[in-house]
């Protein structure tokens, strides 16, 4: 926690949410913290790994969708080179405050960190 004496605060925020604060008067207390802190990092995410309790379970698939609800599941156009390393990049389009657009989606679920940008199409 911070104190009166603290000159130096450091956060990190992991993409599991949690948080890490180092706190220091000094440089060399704060250089010695980030020394501790990468000595135990593996550990600090294994645990966080424990703690967070089951896996996130990995998006469904378009064809477990639509046996969900009994449905048909529309294939957009894919033009051939159009891929990406998560597979086919669906084509998409549609109208906003700019004006029409299109473009070639990568198939990651929204918010995944390694998602690949969208191929525009002018």
């Not at 440089?27 to 990468?38: A, H, I, N, P, R």
């Not at 599941?73 to 990406?84: D, K, L, Q, R």
Request: with cysteine.
């Amino acid at each position: 926690m911070a104190t009166e004496g603290t000159k130096y605060q450091i956060n990190y925020k992991l993409h599991d949410g949690t948080l890490i604060n180092l706190y220091a008067a000094t440089v060399q207390e704060l250089e010695t913290g980030l020394t501790d802190l990468s000595m135990v990092a593996s550990l600090i995410k294994s645990t966080g790994k424990e703690l967070g309790g089951a896996p996130a379970q990995p998006a469904p698939t378009a064809e477990a969708v639509a046996q969900q609800f009994n449905a048909t599941p529309v294939a957009a156009p894919v033009a051939s080179g159009n891929t990406c390393r998560h597979g086919a990049m669906a084509f998409r389009e549609g109208t906003s405050a700019k004006g029409p657009w299109k473009g070639y989606m990568c198939a990651a679920p929204k918010g995944a960190p390694d998602k690949c940008d969208t191929i525009w199409v002018r």
